[in-house]
């Protein structure tokens, strides 16, 4: 009995990949590397480290609030451009004005 379905997947022919590409360098160790096997090694330092990941992971107060950080941070950012630039009017006067 044949069948009317097209053959299996066809292998290529078998390609010799060059030197570098079969054995490659090994890759150079990073000072963060060496920061790396020293942190953990000590096992303080490495208690120290998971205890800061475990901080970084908590839900922040601006990731619950996103509202009001959005409106306390676009008023300290008026607040800040305005006395930069009444800051810089100041100067300027100063400079024009001649005196010391």
């Given amino acids: 009995?044949?069948?009317?379905?097209?053959?299996?997947?066809?292998?290529?022919?078998?390609?010799?990949?060059?030197?570098?590409?079969?054995?490659?360098?090994?890759?150079?160790?990073?000072?963060?590397?060496?920061?790396?096997?020293?942190?953990?090694?000590?096992?303080?330092?490495?208690?120290?480290?998971?205890?800061?990941?475990?901080?970084?992971?908590r839900t922040r107060w601006s990731e619950s609030h996103p509202n009001i950080v959005a409106v306390l941070s676009f008023v300290v950012a008026a607040v800040l451009g305005a006395a930069l630039v009444t800051g810089a009017y100041y100067l300027l006067a100063l400079a024009t004005s001649g005196e010391n």
């Fill in 1 to 57: 009995m044949t069948s009317d379905r097209p053959p299996g997947h066809e292998h290529r022919a078998r390609v010799d990949l060059p030197q570098w590409m079969r054995q490659p360098t090994p890759t150079r160790r990073s000072p963060a590397r060496y920061v790396d096997d020293l942190i953990e090694g000590w096992p303080a330092l490495r208690t120290a480290r998971r205890a800061v990941w475990h901080w970084r992971g």
